[in-house]
Nanobody, 114 residues
Framework: QVRLVESGGGLVQPGGSLRLSCEASADSFSTTFMAWHRQPPGKQREAIAW???????NYLKSVKGRFTISRDNTKNMLFLEMNSLTAEDTALYYCNTLVSSWPWGQGTQVTVSS
C-alpha cells in the first residue's frame, strides 16, 4: 500500500513563500509522473503542477511563474516551492500521481492571510 505524507504548510502573509514536501512510500516513485494537487475551501481538488520522472515540469496557468515543482528520486520525495502567495492559494495541498492513482494522504493546509 502506497503511503503519501505531505508537510510544510502553514499560515503565511500575502506575498510570502512556503516549501511543501511529500514523502512517498512507493517503489515505483522514481518512474512515476507525479503532481501536486490542491483543494480550496468549497471547491474541487485539481492538479496544479506536475513533473515527469526525468524532471520535466509543467503548471496550471494560475501558478505558473510562482510555483516550482521538483523531486528527489533517491529519497522518494516531491517538493513544491511556492512564492508570491495570494489568498487564492489558500487550500489543502496534496501530492499524488498525475491521475491520482494512489491513496490520498492527509494533505497539508496552506492559508494565505494577513
Amino acid at each position: 500500500q502506497v503511503r503519501l505524507v505531505e508537510s510544510g504548510g502553514g499560515l503565511v502573509q500575502p506575498g510570502g513563500s512556503l516549501r511543501l514536501s511529500c514523502e512517498a512510500s512507493a517503489d515505483s516513485f522514481s518512474t512515476t509522473f507525479m503532481a501536486w494537487h490542491r483543494q480550496p475551501p468549497g471547491k474541487q481538488r485539481e492538479a496544479i503542477a506536475w513533473i515527469t520522472s526525468g524532471g520535466h515540469a509543467n503548471y496550471l496557468k494560475s501558478v505558473k511563474g510562482r510555483f516550482t515543482i521538483s523531486r528527489d528520486n533517491t529519497k522518494n520525495m516531491l517538493f513544491l516551492e511556492m512564492n508570491s502567495l495570494t489568498a487564492e492559494d489558500t487550500a489543502l495541498y496534496y501530492c499524488n500521481t498525475l491521475v491520482s492513482s494512489w491513496p490520498w494522504g492527509q494533505g497539508t493546509q496552506v492559508t494565505v492571510s494577513s
